[in-house]
């Protein structure tokens, strides 16, 4: 599975739409990116995957660069419980290879008051 | 919510101690996950289960580590004679696996092990 590049941490004011990057240019054909976050004390929590075209759910949107090499996901309206460490994670969904979930450190997303 | 649910949530044990941990999966899925997660790293995956059958394991899990699944339901995650090493939060996941397509894993909150 690919890996992915992310910022170790970022800032965003309540209220405010938080944009996080991810990096994953040796993405292969049949790779989706995946969000997961994890909030203290707390499991990792799926929030959306998309393989190329964008995604919105309740909980957030993955926009997706055409060439696939990076993506960027968008929680809209950020609130104080958005405080958590967002992992970008790419894999496969069909076939025979691992299905282990390959976490980086992620990047810890503070939102402000 | 059914959610995947694993018990206990914390425990401090004295190196050289057997530690059981017990995961219970969303009740309709049939994969289990289990990965370990230290202290500001993100979860590294341990072994995972198709039903009652263990597909697969991790280079982590050396021979004090052992996992079950006896009936494709619940698992348990055992480690013999604990070392200060093994102190972490070990997290369980489940998914489902339908005509040939993964879904997402969902995790739950846990066990944190302690040793003193």
């Known amino acids: 599975d690919a890996k992915t590049t992310q910022p170790t941490s970022m800032d965003c004011a309540e209220g405010r739409a938080a944009n996080l990057p991810c990096n994953h240019s040796?993405?292969?054909?049949?790779?989706?990116v995946y969000w997961y976050r994890q909030i203290h004390s707390q499991g990792p929590q799926y929030i959306i995957h998309g393989l190329k075209n964008n995604e919105t759910n309740e909980m957030a949107s993955l926009i997706i660069t055409e060439d696939r090499k990076s993506s960027t996901l968008i929680l809209p309206h950020a609130t104080l419980r958005d405080t958590a460490v967002y992992y970008c994670i790419v894999r496969t969904l069909y076939g025979g290879a691992t299905n282990k979930l390959i976490f980086g450190t992620g990047t810890l997303l503070a939102v402000q008051p | 919510d059914t959610g995947v649910s694993q018990d206990p949530r914390h425990k401090i044990t004295k190196r050289g101690q057997n530690v059981t941990f017990r995961c219970d999966p969303i009740s309709e899925h049939n994969r289990l996950y289990w990965y370990r997660q230290t202290l500001g790293q993100g979860p590294e995956f341990l072994t995972y289960f198709q039903n009652e059958a263990q597909l697969e394991k991790s280079r982590l899990l050396s021979d004090r580590f052992s996992a079950e699944r006896p009936k494709g339901s619940f698992s348990t995650l055992e480690i013999q004679r604990t070392e200060q090493g093994d102190s972490a939060m070990y997290l369980c996941?489940?998914?489902?696996?339908?005509?040939?397509?993964?879904?997402?894993?969902?995790f739950g909150d846990g066990t944190r092990l302690s040793i003193l």
């Open positions: 040796t993405i292969s054909g049949n790779e989706y």
């Open positions: 996941a489940s998914s489902a696996y339908r005509q040939g397509i993964r879904q997402p894993q969902h």
